[in-house]
Nanobody, 116 residues
Framework: QVQLVESGGGLVQAGGSLRLSCAAS????????MGWFRQAPEKERELVAA????????YYLDSVKGRFTISRDNTKNTVYLQMNSLKPEDTAVYVC?????????WGQGTQVTVSS
């Protein structure tokens, strides 16, 4: 059974930083592309960042480029999202995702709230 467990969310003032972690268990190997999505109230879920299994390709949403950094440690089956210079518009539930052909898994999400 695959589980993705997020941690590290919370309340922070604008300009502050948070580091999200997503610990994966039950994946058959580390060849999954890992990503972070977010969903704010009354908005569509959007892909914030993603990283291929060996880090060879990394994607960032335009609005977070230069502020967020995604990384992964395959020895720990964990993916991270370092978020700096946070803005109120970053407030959302951040959800971890693991996917590859024919497989797609989601975590439960962690709330990030940025106060102005």
């Amino acid at each position: 059974q695959v589980q993705l467990v997020e941690s590290g969310g919370g309340l922070v003032q604008a300009g502050g930083s948070l580091r999200l972690s997503c610990a994966a268990s039950g994946l058959t190997d580390s060849t999954y592309t890992m990503g972070w999505f977010r969903q704010a109230p009354e908005k569509e879920r959007e892909l914030v960042a993603a990283i291929t299994w060996n880090g060879g390709f990394i994607y960032y949403l335009d609005s977070v480029k230069g502020r967020f950094t995604i990384s992964r440690d395959n020895t720990k089956n964990t993916v991270y999202l370092q978020m700096n210079s946070l803005k109120p518009e970053d407030t959302a539930v951040y959800v971890c995702n693991a996917r590859r052909t024919l497989s797609n898994y989601w975590g439960q999400g962690t709330q990030v709230t940025v106060s102005s």
